[in-house]
């Protein structure tokens, strides 16, 4: 059996706001749009892993979505944390303080978060240890 | 700027219902398994991509996840779709019927739902298309 994981989709309210923020914070491009009656499918690229966010735009839904307490975040790794949180910041997006993970004198993970229009939770990390 | 999609973050109620779903279903392995004070990272690996999922488990925590409307699933591709969807039935891992995405008689895409223990949706599509 082969598998491979291609996207995670999550619904939208305004997809030219979140095609500008996937941009602005992580260099994501559009790589196909699929308008269709009621609803458009936008799948947004990460370029070194092919990888996809697929944005689900419900036409005419104005209401925010609501989040439960399940679904966490999605990961992306950066090849240095602390100039991307420079750089989120004079983006104005918001990203909460950096937090180190360290067991047992181990430096295990170094990340910050930050959040998508919709309130989706974005981790961003340090291509450190297991996280690369 | 160099961003690496690593891993799609959910909450899971039962770590080995959940290791258990994603191996028979996926052919996912766990990669690594970090303990904590008060909750377990389960790293659940997919060969092919390197992409994980990762599982946080809430040590005491009864109540199901909540999933409010926002976020989606993920995607996984397979070669043989229709052998899959006969093996999901013969597992009991109740696959939603499979939908055919026909557009200008092109055949866009071809999937099944299936959800995990704890509710998530997942999109098993046939490598297609623009889904490979």
């Known amino acids: ?71 966490g975040h999605i990961g992306i790794t950066v090849t240095d944390l602390d100039s991307e949180h420079i750089r989120f910041q004079s983006e104005s997006l918001e990203p909460t303080p950096i937090k180190e993970f360290v067991v047992d004198g181990e430096m295990l993970a170094r990340f910050f978060f ?4 919709d309130g989706y939770k974005i981790e961003v990390l340090q291509r450190l240890g297991r996280y690369m």
């Open 1 to 71: 059996m082969t598998t491979r994981i291609i996207h995670t989709m999550i619904r939208v309210l305004d997809e030219d706001r979140s095609v500008d923020f996937y941009k602005r914070a992580f260099g994501f491009e559009v790589a196909t749009r699929l308008p269709f009656d009621g609803f458009t499918l936008t799948y947004l690229v990460n370029a070194e892993t092919g990888q996809e966010v697929e944005l689900t735009v419900n036409h005419g839904r104005t209401e925010p979505y609501t989040h439960g307490d399940g679904y």
């Open 114 to 117: 930050v959040q998508d229009p």
